[in-house]
């Protein structure tokens, strides 16, 4: 059963608008969630991180938003550039273990 | 460059085979990770080590084992290979065996024909 889900596969987006990508998980002992981007034929990139103790981190353009109550994390990119299309994985991790990813979700920004 | 490099890059063998995947850390990380990544499928955990021991298992496979040498390099090997051991493997590091953030070498893909 998975503990990350990413639900939607992809997403578009035009240039300047906003890109929300969302994150359920399932396992209340997480107590940390990242988030990468990948682009093809390279490895994955950290991007931003939260704390389960934190509810918003911010890193310039990158928000992520951590509903505890709801299991849910959402990465907020703004203003969107043709840069960002990548592939996003939501990943979570209990007390340094392992990263949990999802199955990421495609981003594709066009000008 | 996240500072992690990982060789071979593509690598293509008949079933049946082993290989030997290598990956050397960031300088100065004691923890290595190594992932899965199958087709449609996300990044699965298989192993980690921390200063040469075995820390945690995951999804491995029995026929897959790993080691962390001295030098903090690390080797996954890869026996009896079937035709749904074709992946891209990932290693990463990170600077210690409960550090949260993971930085993640280029991969390496194996094709099993």
């Known amino acids: 059963d998975q503990q990350v889900k990413q639900n939607s596969p992809s997403l578009s987006v035009q240039e300047g608008r906003i890109s929300i990508l969302n994150c359920d998980y399932t396992?209340?002992?997480?107590?940390?969630f990242l988030w990468y981007k990948k682009y093809p034929a390279e490895g994955p990139t950290f991007l931003i991180s939260i704390s389960s103790i934190k509810d918003k981190n911010e890193d310039g353009r990158f928000t992520v938003f951590l509903n505890k109550s709801a299991k849910h994390l959402s990465l907020h990119i703004v203003p969107s550039q043709p840069g960002d299309s990548a592939v996003y994985f939501c990943a979570a991790e209990e007390a340094g273990t392992a990263l949990i990813f999802g199955k990421g979700t495609t981003l594709s920004v066009s000008s | 460059d996240s500072g992690v490099t990982q060789t071979p890059k593509h690598l293509i063998t008949a079933t049946g085979q082993r290989v030997t995947l290598r990956c050397s850390p960031r300088s100065g990380d004691l923890s290595v990770y190594w992932y899965q990544q199958s087709l449609d499928q996300g990044l699965q955990f298989l192993i980690q080590y921390y200063n040469g021991e075995e820390r945690a298992k995951g999804n491995i496979l029995e026929r897959f084992s790993a080691q962390q040498f001295p030098d903090l390099h690390s080797e996954l090997n890869l026996s009896s290979l079937e035709l749904g051991d074709s992946a891209l493997y990932f290693c990463?590091?990170?600077?210690?065996?409960?550090?949260?953030?993971?930085?993640f070498g280029p991969g390496t893909r194996l094709t099993v024909t």
């Open positions: 396992n209340s002992m997480f107590d940390y």
């Open positions: 990463a590091s990170s600077v210690a065996a409960g550090a949260y953030e993971q930085y």
